[in-house]
C-alpha cells in the first residue's frame, strides 16, 4: 500500500518506518526542511535504539521517502497518517492547531478517496473535528479513523514491530478494510486489533497515559511514606508487584513522571473533563504530587549543604526524561537545574544522548562533561536525574576520588544500599533510609 505520514517526529518517523519495513511505500512528510534534507542523505534525526538500521534498510530498498511537498505525497498515498504534535495549550487543553491546518490542506489538495488515520494522541471529538475541516474545503469522499498509538520512547522500533494491540476508532467499513489490511502482518502474528468508535478510540489512549502516571505518582507518594515510617520502597515495590493483578511494571520510585506524553495527557484529560463539567480528581491530585516530586531532592541537597547552596558545584548524572532517548520535553533534570541555577548552584552535566538536545534551551547556563566521571570533578555532590544504565554500576572508588565530597542525591535509585554504604558514601534516594557519611 502507498501510505504518507505527516509529521517526522518521535512517532511518525518510526510508525513511517515500520510501515515500509513491512512492505509499503511510504511518503513522510515534514514542514522542517532540515529535517527532510537530511534524512533523505540518510541521517535520523532522532535517537531511537535500532532505528537507523531500519530506517537505512528501507531508504535503500527504496520504501522510505522523505519530502516537504504534502500534495506531492497525498496524490500517491490512499492513506494519510497524521503524527503531529498536540501540545498543551495555555490552558492545558490539547492545542489541535498542527492536525487542523493540515486537515485543512489535506481537503484542499486532496482528488481521490483517501482514510486520514490520527495517530497524535488528541482529545475526544477530534475525529469529528477532522471531519469537519476537510468537508468544508472538498466533496471528494474521505474517512477519518483515530488510530492511537502507544509506543514508548527508548523502545519505539520494538513497540512498533510489537504492538501489544490495535486500536482503531472507525465508523465506515471501506476505512476499516483498509486498516485491517495495513495491520494484517501483525494480526497475523496474534496481536489483538480492537475496533470501536472513534471516541472510545481516542479517550483509549488519554486513559493509558494517565492510568501510567497515576500509578507512577502513587508509587512515589508509597515511596515518600516509606521515609516517614523507615519502611523501604525496594521491599515494598516487590512485595506488591508480585499480585499480578498489580505487576511489577511502573513501580520504581523516582523524582517524577516527564516527557513529552505522561504531563500533557494528564493536563488535557483534566482539562476535556472540564469542558464537560467533569473533574478527574484523581488526574489533578497526581499533576500536583508529581511536579513536587519532580523536585523532591532539592530541600535534601540544600539541608545537606546547610540552607547555602551558592557557588556549590553540583555534577549531574542524566539529563533525558527517561533512558534511551534524546528527548528532554519535561524531564526532571530541568526543573532541577532551574531551581539550583537559581540558589546560586553551578551545573556540570553528563549525558551522552540527550546533551545536544539541552544546549539547544540551556545554552552555556551550566556546563558539559564528556564522560561521566569527569563530570564529578571536584564537584560537591552527584545528582542523578536519569536511569541510564551505564550509571548502574560505577566504579565508586574513582567516584571518590573525583567529588571533593562523596555524597549522592539519587532520583532513580540506582544503586543497592549495601553497596554505597560499603563505598562510605552519604547517599539520599527516594523512600529508602539515608546513608550517612561514614
Ligand atoms: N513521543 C511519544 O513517545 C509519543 C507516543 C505516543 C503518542 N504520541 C503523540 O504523537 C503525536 C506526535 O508526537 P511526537 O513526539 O512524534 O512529536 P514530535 O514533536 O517529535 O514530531 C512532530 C513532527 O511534526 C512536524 N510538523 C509540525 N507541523 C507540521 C506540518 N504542518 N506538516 C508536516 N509536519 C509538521 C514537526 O516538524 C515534527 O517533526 C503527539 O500527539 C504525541 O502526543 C507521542
Not at 55 to 69: E, V, Y
Not at 118 to 132: F, R
Not at 236 to 243: E, I
Not at 408 to 434: C, H, P, Q, W
Amino acid at each position: 500500500m502507498n501510505i504518507t505520514i505527516v509529521g517526522t517526529g518521535y512517532v511518525g518517523l518510526v510508525t513511517g518506518t515500520t510501515l515500509a519495513e513491512l512492505g509499503n511505500s511510504v511518503f513522510c512528510v515534514d514542514i522542517d526542511d532540515k529535517k527532510v534534507e537530511a534524512m533523505k542523505l540518510g541521517k535520523v534525526p532522532i535517537y531511537e535504539p535500532n532505528l537507523e538500521e531500519m530506517f537505512l534498510r528501507n531508504i535503500q530498498a527504496q520504501r522510505l521517502f522523505f519530502t516537504t511537498n504534502l500534495k506531492e505525497a497525498l496524490d500517491k498515498s490512499d492513506v494519510i497518517y497524521l503524527a503531529l504534535p498536540t501540545p498543551p495549550g495555555e490552558d492545558g487543553s490539547a492545542d489541535l492547531s498542527y492536525i487542523l491546518k493540515v486537515a485543512n490542506d489535506i481537503g484542499e489538495m486532496m482528488t481521490s478517496y483517501k482514510v486520514i488515520v490520527n495517530k497524535s494522541t488528541v482529545p475526544v471529538g477530534t475525529a469529528d473535528k477532522v471531519h469537519a475541516t476537510i468537508s468544508a474545503k472538498t466533496t471528494v469522499e474521505f474517512d477519518v479513523v483515530s488510530n492511537p498509538e502507544f509506543l514508548r520512547e527508548g523502545f519505539a522500533v520494538e513497540d512498533s514491530m510489537n504492538p501489544s494491540r490495535v486500536v482503531i476508532g472507525c465508523s465506515s467499513e471501506k476505512a476499516k478494510d483498509f486498516m485491517s489490511k495495513i495491520y494484517q502482518p501483525f494480526t497475523n502474528t496474534g496481536v489483538p486489533i480492537i475496533f470501536m468508535d472513534e471516541k472510545s478510540s481516542e479517550l483509549t489512549k488519554y486513559a493509558s497515559n494517565s492510568f501510567l502516571a497515576v500509578k507512577i505518582t502513587f508509587m512515589n507518594e508509597i515511596a515518600n511514606y516509606c521515609e516517614k515510617v523507615g519502611a523501604d520502597v525496594d521491599k515494598v515495590r516487590l512485595g506488591m508487584g508480585s499480585d499480578d493483578r498489580i505487576g511489577h511494571r511502573f513501580l520504581f520510585p523516582g523524582i517524577g513522571y516527564g516527557g513529552s506524553c505522561f504531563p500533557k495527557d494528564v493536563k488535557a484529560l483534566i482539562k476535556s473533563g472540564k469542558q464537560e463539567g467533569f473533574n478527574f480528581e484523581i488526574l489533578e491530585a497526581t499533576e500536583k504530587v508529581n511536579t513536587s516530586q519532580k523536585v523532591i531532592l532539592i530541600s535534601e541537597i540544600e539541608k545537606y549543604f546547610d540552607g547555602n547552596l551558592q557557588g556549590k558545584k553540583i555534577a549531574l548524572w542524566g539529563l533525558a526524561f527517561k533512558a534511551n532517548t534524546d528527548d528532554i520535553r519535561e524531564a526532571s533534570s530541568l526543573d532541577n537545574i532551574k531551581i539550583l541555577l537559581e540558589k546560586g548552584a553551578k551545573i556540570v552535566a553528563y549525558d551522552a544522548i540527550a546533551e545536544e538536545n539541552i544546549r539547544k534551551i540551556l545554552g552555556d547556563t551550566i556546563s558539559y562533561a564528556p564522560d561521566m566521571y569527569s563530570a564529578l570533578e571536584d564537584a560537591d555532590c552527584l545528582l542523578i536525574a536519569t536511569e541510564w544504565s551505564e550509571f548502574k554500576n560505577p566504579n565508586f572508588k574513582l567516584m571518590a576520588e573525583k567529588l571533593t565530597n562523596k555524597v549522592i542525591f539519587d532520583g532513580r535509585n540506582m544503586f543497592d544500599l549495601e553497596t554505597v554504604e560499603n563505598a562510605g558514601f552519604f547517599y539520599k534516594s527516594i523512600g529508602r533510609k539515608t546513608l550517612e557519611k561514614l
